[in-house]
């Protein structure tokens, strides 16, 4: 199969991305994967990345496309893959379609996460990471460290990043709405979205999900 994972900031895209790919037994292929691996590996589409970043600018869509169609073309997503964060506008779906095309092949579906923006705001500002081992991560809600401000695991200081503040989730939900959304629908002409909620525990999620892909290809 080959899928686009959508949703908003703190729909769980990554975690459910991982779960998927491995019950589909398909790549997951990221767009922070695909800037660490181009960018670690010197390719020359990691260096065009680079320099814009280091510059403080939006890397251009025709890198990120560029390093997206090299993924695609590797051996191991001959029979499908999934993208999660990737396209991230229309632009970047028109590209991806005439990409198929060009292989004379075509997406199978376009799973759209969906959860309440009052949700996506608790998620994200209610996160605190340790500051030893960033993988050490809490929620003030769905996760509490025993002691408040102390890392369960290492005894590190928990805080809160700068971009999961409440007002920068906000605004994160802005581009998301201006940018990444239309692409919804975009897919939806061609109907090939499938929308399912992403409230629940992890498990169930990846269950609804999976349910819907079948029941979407059946």
């Known amino acids: 199969m080959r899928i686009v994972l959508v949703g908003p900031p703190g729909a769980g895209k990554g975690t459910q991305a991982a779960y998927l790919a ?88 376009v799973l759209d996460l969906e959860v309440p923006e009052d949700e996506v705001v608790k998620r994200i500002a209610g996160r605190r990471i340790c500051r030893n081992e960033g993988s050490h991560v809490f929620h003030v809600t769905y996760n509490p460290p025993k002691a408040e401000g102390v890392c369960d695991i290492c005894g590190g200081e928990l805080y809160q990043r700068d971009d999961d503040t409440e007002d920068t989730v906000r605004t994160r939900l802005e581009v998301y709405h201006s940018q990444t959304e239309p692409i919804i629908d975009y897919y939806r002409a061609q109907n090939l979205v499938v929308t399912i909620s992403a409230l629940g525990k992890v498990n169930d999620v990846t269950e609804r999900a999976m349910e819907a892909l079948k029941s979407d290809q059946g």
């Open 22 to 109: 491995k019950n589909l037994s398909i790549p997951q292929i990221s767009t922070g994967d695909l800037f660490r691996a181009n960018i670690s590996q010197g390719t020359d589409l990691g260096k065009q990345a680079r320099a814009f970043m280091d510059a403080g600018r939006l890397v251009p869509d025709e890198v990120t496309i560029g390093m997206a169609k090299d993924r695609m073309s590797q051996p191991d997503a001959e029979n499908g893959f999934l993208l999660d964060g990737f396209p991230r506008n229309v632009g970047q779906a028109e590209a991806l379609d005439a990409m198929l095309k060009d292989e004379g092949t075509k997406l199978d579906a």
